[in-house]
């Protein structure tokens, strides 16, 4: 297979070669930026729309179930897929199908009328089809950073960066938008997000041809090459330790951010804007962390940068049991955004170098699937939960469950494997 960093990019008018080598990254971090802005617009005007107009803190958990349960399915079977389709068309593809998905709501809801179910139904299929995007355009990043002659821990935290930007754009963006012109209406802007990703990545982005023929294997390979990412993320210590940790912490933040805190904010504050003004201080903070990363991360301790960061960033659910003022909140929010910031560009840099591969888009949709595991059933269960024992202790057991997740990778011995360097 030629390797993409050999390939020229096509669709673009561009003669420099230092600027041609670059242009494909640049693209894919513009390309992710739009597409997470949308995600951020998403995760916020769908459980306030169904707040709005259930008034069930139940109903919004049972909406989080639909919405991230398909992220779980959709990783562990997608990885395979995207090696036959190749990184660049399964991006483009699944930006396309998840854009439709998500203009269908906003679209029933102002003809026809949208039922609770149909809701359920759409962001069903919104998750579905988002996941392998997400998967393929993480799958370019080492082969996109070789092109433009850039190391791994800086393209990765570039790339992340995008992400932790996302939700500072997003988020006061989104508390805006619906206040402004309402919930549904907001989604419209999420659907053209996924548009305007998919050009981006058509345009500017070398085509990539597909890991696996699918044509010449035929189709009773897929189960086995989908259980040989499966059996290399088992095999390997580090990567089975950080996929438990992983998955438990997605599992309490996603719980917190798409059940909890719309209901904490309702609650305490009588408005939506607080939320929104605590995930843009939180990703903006982020973003600062992972640019300081990108900077000096090549420098640092991997094992204890992570845990230690890890341990910070689940502080902030002990702050919100005390109920402190908006501004307190926003400057714990400041440190603890700067904490999380080299998590992901940490892992993922660690992972690029232990995959090989023609099976690292196997394994990240494994590592993918895994880490969303318990999201859907978290969500769900942490609407009941709110309903039976009220705000507080919910986040009480959140704040604890978080801290015995996290102070564990301080004492686990598999995860020395993180110190490893690639050979140059």
């Known amino acids: 297979?030629?390797?993409?960093?050999?390939?020229?990019?096509?669709?673009?008018?561009?003669?420099?070669?230092?600027?041609?080598?670059?242009?494909?990254?640049?693209?894919?971090?513009?390309?992710?930026?739009?597409?997470?802005?949308?995600?951020?617009?998403?995760?916020?005007?769908?459980?306030?729309?169904?707040?709005?107009?259930?008034?069930?803190?139940?109903?919004?958990?049972?909406?989080?179930?639909?919405?991230?349960l398909p992220n779980v399915i959709s990783a562990f079977f997608s990885g395979v897929l995207v090696d036959r389709l190749g990184y660049k068309r399964a991006s483009i593809v699944s930006d396309i199908m998840s854009g439709v998905s998500v203009a269908l709501i906003p679209l029933l809801y102002y003809t026809v009328g949208l039922a609770f179910w149909q809701l359920l139904i759409l962001v069903f299929l919104?998750?579905?089809?988002?996941?392998?995007?997400?998967?393929?355009?993480?799958?370019?990043?080492?082969?996109?950073?070789?092109?433009?002659?850039?190391p791994l821990e800086r393209a990765n935290a570039a790339s992340d960066g995008m992400r932790r930007v996302s939700s500072f754009i997003g988020a006061p963006l989104a508390a805006i938008l619906i206040v402004l012109i309402g919930s549904s209406n907001l989604l419209w802007f999420d659907a053209a997000s996924f548009i305007i990703s998919a050009l981006l990545i058509g345009l500017a982005v070398p085509r990539t041809?597909?890991?696996?023929?699918?044509?010449?294997?035929?189709?009773?390979?897929?189960?086995?090459?989908?259980?040989?990412?499966?059996?290399?993320?088992?095999?390997?210590?580090?990567?089975?330790?950080?996929?438990?940790?992983?998955?438990?912490?997605?599992?309490?933040?996603?719980?917190?951010?798409?059940?909890?805190?719309?209901?904490?904010?309702?609650?305490?504050?009588?408005?939506?804007?607080p939320l929104g003004i605590m995930s843009a201080t939180f990703g903006g903070a982020a973003f600062l962390g992972t640019l300081i990363f990108g900077a000096i991360g090549h420098r640092l301790p991997r094992r204890m940068t992570l845990a230690v960061c890890f341990i910070i960033i689940g502080m902030r659910y002990w702050l919100l049991l005390f109920v402190p003022p908006l501004p307190v909140i926003i400057a714990a929010y400041i440190v603890m955004g700067l904490s999380v910031g080299p998590i992901n560009p940490l892992l993922m840099t660690a992972e690029q170098e232990i995959i090989p591969t023609e099976m690292r888009a196997r394994v990240f949709g494994v590592g993918t699937a895994g880490s969303l595991a318990g999201i859907p059933l978290g969500a769900l269960m942490c609407g009941y939960l709110v309903e039976w024992i009220g705000i507080l202790p919910c986040l009480a057991v959140i704040a604890v469950c978080y801290l015995l997740a996290t102070g564990s990778l301080l004492v686990n011995p598999a995860l020395k494997g993180m110190e490893r360097r690639a050979t140059p």
């Open 209 to 273: 041809p597909p890991v696996t023929q699918a044509e010449k294997e035929g189709p009773h390979r897929y189960l086995a090459d989908m259980l040989e990412g499966l059996r290399f993320t088992y095999r390997n210590q580090f990567l089975l330790a950080i996929l438990i940790t992983v998955m438990i912490t997605n599992l309490l933040d996603t719980a917190s951010y798409s059940v909890l805190m719309p209901a904490y904010t309702k609650h305490f504050f009588g408005s939506i804007v």
């Open 126 to 150: 919104g998750g579905l089809f988002e996941t392998p995007g997400a998967t393929a355009r993480s799958s370019l990043v080492p082969d996109l950073a070789q092109l433009a002659r850039m």
């Open 1 to 68: 297979m030629k390797n993409i960093a050999e390939q020229e990019p096509v669709g673009t008018n561009v003669t420099s070669p230092q600027q041609t080598r670059r242009l494909p990254l640049f693209a894919l971090l513009t390309a992710n930026v739009i597409s997470f802005v949308g995600d951020v617009l998403m995760a916020l005007a769908v459980p306030w729309f169904v707040l709005q107009t259930t008034g069930s803190v139940a109903k919004t958990g049972i909406t989080a179930f639909f919405t991230f």
